[in-house]
């Protein structure tokens, strides 16, 4: 299986591609990787050096990879953090290309616009630009729950409420939608939710909550997600697979008190993870 991985890149640390090529690599993927930013660190140390890129130069490394006359063997793109709305149009042309050479190629689209508790860390236009142009475009989403409610304007206070909200995100376009990190009045303080939704039936994995907060989880758990539903066709068997692996990952980072994620070292969990949980219709 072939994936082109369209994110940002840091050189210390896993966020973006630098936490996702792993992991589908280590699944069996070959993964092309394209980096949107070329930083020394993620931004949350404050602190960082490097570029970000623009969409022409997206645009001409795919030209690259066309050249090689590989296009049709793509099954899949992935695009993250977008940093801008023109490296956005450079990836759903990039998406265009791949699903000509490849009508059966799929888009997986992580909306990263902001999360609970720092709200919208994106440029001006970004959200407007994921939701009006990338997601529609997208056959899966995996927003967080503050994502999933700024997609489709509703609030998931209860398991109804993000249901209603994976109906509404359905209606944006997406074929499959899973919503990570969710916190309702239905989730016992000790745990956190994940559903799963593939327009048909709405399924749900229950964690114990850890006491982690690193970046770059997210970005794991869609290439995780997305890899294990190109291969099974199952919303519901993607999502244990992708939680049970992102557990064990943050857990082993728990243990070590690593500020940055354990990619490399916890990598066993990937394709064989310690901890399983029930994955339930709701």
């Keep these: 299986m072939n994936i082109l991985s369209i994110q940002s890149h840091v050189a210390y640390g896993h966020v973006g591609n630098s936490s996702a090529t792993f992991p589908m690599q280590r699944l069996g993927c070959e993964v092309w990787p394209i980096h949107t930013v070329q930083f020394s660190n993620h931004t949350g140390y404050g602190q960082w050096t490097g570029r970000v890129f623009d969409g022409p130069m997206i645009e001409e490394l795919v030209d690259g990879i066309a050249q090689r006359d590989v296009l049709g063997t793509c099954d899949g793109v992935l ?16 998406v265009s290309r791949v699903r000509a050479a490849n009508p059966k190629a799929a888009y997986c689209c992580d909306p990263v616009i902001g999360d609970v508790g720092r709200g919208v860390f994106v440029r001006p236009g970004v959200p407007e630009f994921m939701r009006e142009q ?13 994502e999933l409610e700024l997609l489709t304007g509703r609030t998931c206070n209860s398991l109804g409420d993000a249901k209603a909200a994976l ?3 359905h209606r ?13 009045e239905d989730t016992p303080d000790d745990a956190m939710d994940l ?8 399924h749900r994995v229950r964690t114990p909550r850890l006491n982690v907060s690193v970046n770059g989880a997210g970005d794991a758990i ?11 066709g199952s919303a519901a068997q993607a999502l244990g697979e992708a939680a049970a692996s992102v557990y064990g990952l943050l857990k082993r980072t ?5 500020r940055e994620i354990l990619t490399v070292a916890a990598q066993d ?10 994955v339930e219709p709701v």
């Design 79 to 94: 695009s993250g953090y977008m940093g801008s709305s023109d490296i956005g149009v450079a990836i759903l042309s990039s």
């Design 134 to 146: 990338a997601v529609p475009a997208a056959d899966v989403i995996t927003p967080n729950q503050f």
């Design 167 to 169: 109906a509404a995100a």
């Design 172 to 184: 944006l376009g997406p074929k499959v939608v899973l919503v990570t990190s969710l916190l309702s």
């Design 195 to 202: 559903l799963a939704s593939d327009g048909q039936s709405v």
């Design 222 to 232: 869609a290439a995780l997600f997305f890899v294990h539903w190109l291969h099974s």
């Design 254 to 258: 728990e243990e070590a008190g690593s």
């Design 269 to 278: 969990e990937f394709v064989a993870p310690t901890h399983r949980f029930p």
